[in-house]
T-cell receptor, first 112, second 114 residues
Framework: AQSVTQLGSHVSVSEGALVLLRCNYS??????LFWYVQYPNQGLQLLLK??????LVKGINGFEAEFKKSETSFHLTKPSAHMSDAAEYFC??????????FGKGTRLHILP | KAGVTQTPRYLIKTRGQQVTLSCSPI?????VSWYQQTPGQGLQFLFE???????NKGNFPGRFSGRQFSNSRSEMNVSTLELGDSALYLC?????????????FGPGTRLTVL
């Protein structure tokens, strides 16, 4: 079965430090990949997506992710964390059966 | 353009009751998908409607049903509520004009079953 694995249900980083949220997928073909962010009491907002072409994808709020086929990974990074980045982040894969599979989510905590 | 709206935002029901949730997609979007979000299971796909027809469905019991109207608004119904149905129910709309179905989410309806 296709799946998405996010390593770490909680990640804490200091304000100004590098943010790295990990996502690995299992797929026999290159999928379409997404990162979403969810703030408290809100729905999901698309941060960025990989569909085709350049493997380094830039998104909103200074986030970017790199698609690495050999590692089946799509990790999310941001050079310098801001207090407003505290939220839950979801990696998702759009599969050939026409469904989107979400990872369990990683809650990002920003330490002052 | 207005975003995806969901009503009501919060709902409290008791076991055995039924509930109907509503979702209005972004104007022009013909696809509406529903998801259940719980702390234990995360986000799980319920079903997708496109042009009033169910296009896809997840692995949920028949107590969960939905429909879509000609104006693309969608409703989701859960009958004979169980405690485990307590969750945040998210609706997402899409143009369905690309091969990867980019979805835009509403704020969700928080359902509590007592």
């Amino acid at each position: 079965a296709q799946s998405v694995t996010q390593l770490g249900s909680h990640v804490s980083v200091s304000e100004g430090a590098l943010v790295l949220l990990r996502c690995n997928y299992s797929s026999s073909v290159p999928p379409y990949l997404f990162w979403y962010v969810q703030y408290p009491n809100q729905g999901l907002q698309l941060l960025l997506k990989y569909t085709t072409g350049a493997t380094l994808v830039k998104g909103i709020n200074g986030f970017e992710a790199e698609f690495k086929k050999s590692e089946t990974s799509f990790h999310l990074t941001k050079p310098s964390a801001h207090m407003s980045d505290a939220a839950e982040y979801f990696c998702a894969v759009f599969m050939l059966d026409d469904k989107i599979i979400f990872g369990k989510g990683t809650r990002l905590h920003i330490l002052p | 353009k207005a975003g995806v709206t969901q009503t009501p935002r919060y709902l409290i029901k008791t076991r055995g009751q039924q509930v109907t949730l509503s979702c209005s997609p972004i104007s022009g979007h013909r696809s509406v998908s529903w998801y259940q979000q719980t702390p234990g299971q995360g986000l799980q796909f319920l079903f997708e409607y496109f042009s009033e027809t169910q296009r896809n469905k997840g692995n949920f019991p028949g107590r969960f049903s939905g429909r879509q109207f000609s104006n693309s608004r969608s409703e989701m119904n859960v009958s004979t509520l169980e405690l485990g149905d307590s969750a945040l129910y998210l609706c997402a709309s899409s143009l369905r004009d690309t091969s990867y179905n980019e979805q835009f989410f509403g704020p969700g309806t928080r359902l509590t079953v007592l």
